[in-house]
């Protein structure tokens, strides 16, 4: 039997990622898993501090299971499909928003789910108003987090692919968790030159392994939630490191 069988929670066990129930479900974990609670917290904490000093609504897109708007009052929550708890459906390729009316879109591991982020990087420029931005915490590409995401986790991640596009057979099924590292390392040039719209503000590199230790939304927490503060007081000494160690990164995008 593999690792990842003995370890994969019991609630999430042969799931089908497209189906809204599933996302229920991974909802209901988080909020039971103490260590990854604390983890999403930390991350809501980080994207409301990056939010600009402007008027405006601010959108999440792929709420799903979580609960920024607990810490964010007014969130416009939103994902691919309905669930009960959402403002809003729509696909991040057609934003139903007015030009120039947004503050801010901030996203948790979305962008390497959207199979055409071109067509979000021009919705997002149309919607978000001078001075916004766009705020994501997303997967990202080095040594450590290549070794980890290729051979223990279920999302295709493939920093050698050739395009940013990639094959989806539905909602969430489709993905490249490198995606964020093509678009704003390797092919950062490309993205600044298709989209001059966008000024790409400040990428941080952390969370060697939190995430791993918590389990995610499909394994057994490793870590009790009080561990949490020790771990990340850990991960911070190993700053100067991050080029090599990192699993996530937070990307702000700023509109010119």
């Known amino acids: 039997m593999r690792l990842r069988d003995i370890l994969v929670h019991p609630s999430a066990r042969g799931l089908n990622p497209d189906d809204p129930r599933t996302t229920l479900i991974r909802r209901r974990i988080l909020m039971e898993k103490g260590f990854l609670r604390n983890l999403y917290e930390e991350w809501y904490r980080d994207l409301i501090a990056s939010l600009p000093p402007i008027e405006g609504p601010v959108l999440e897109i792929g709420s799903g299971a979580g609960f920024l708007n607990n810490s964010l009052p007014g969130l416009i929550t939103s994902d691919v499909f309905f669930l009960p708890h959402l403002s809003v459906v729509f696909d991040a390729g057609a934003v139903p928003f007015e030009d120039g009316s947004l503050?801010?879109?901030?996203?948790i591991d979305v962008l390497h789910h959207l199979?055409?982020?071109?067509?979000?990087?021009?919705e997002a420029a149309r919607c978000v108003r001078q001075g916004g931005v766009v705020v994501m915490i997303e997967p990202w590409v080095t040594p450590w987090s290549t070794f980890v995401y290729s051979r223990f986790h279920t999302e295709p991640f493939e920093p050698d692919a050739g395009h940013w596009e990639f094959p989806s057979a539905g909602p969430l099924t489709?993905?490249?968790g490198a995606l964020p590292w093509i678009v704003f390392h390797r092919d950062r040039s490309l993205f600044e030159a298709t989209f001059p719209d966008w000024h790409v503000s400040g990428i941080d590199l952390g969370m060697p392994f939190s995430y791993i230790l918590s389990g995610g939304m499909t394994m057994r927490a490793l870590m009790p939630g009080f561990a949490f503060g020790f771990v990340r007081r850990l991960e911070r000494l190993l700053g100067p490191w991050m080029d090599g160690l990192a699993m996530f990164a937070k990307i702000v995008l700023t509109r010119r």
């Open 174 to 176: 489709g993905a490249n």
């Open 115 to 122: 199979p055409r982020p071109r067509r979000f990087f021009r």
């Open 103 to 107: 503050r801010a879109v901030l996203m």
